[in-house]
């Protein structure tokens, strides 16, 4: 009995992070246009918000961007 109590805090406390962290992930509204055609958004504030891995957080994006799971 107590594992599957232990078992149902551990999912719901996974499931929190996970959705927390596809909160805090964003891209900017033109990065997310530009993805959407299958481009890279060429602004330089984007781009190099990219090199570190972040969304850029002068055009709207937040948080650290998502990588695709391959
Ligand atoms: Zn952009
Ligand atoms: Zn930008």
């Not at 232990?6 to 962290?21: D, E, I, K, R």
């Not at 909160?23 to 990065?31: D, I, L, Q, V």
């Not at 246009?33 to 957080?57: F, I, L, R, S």
């Amino acid at each position: 009995m107590k594992s599957i109590v232990t078992f149902v805090v551990a999912s719901l406390f996974a499931a929190g992070v996970a959705f927390a962290a596809a909160e805090t992930s964003k891209p900017g509204k033109c990065c997310a246009a530009a993805a959407k055609e299958g481009k890279k958004c060429e602004h330089k504030c984007c781009v190099e918000a990219a090199k570190a891995g972040d969304n850029c957080t002068k055009c709207g994006g937040a948080g650290k961007i998502a990588k695709p799971a391959k």
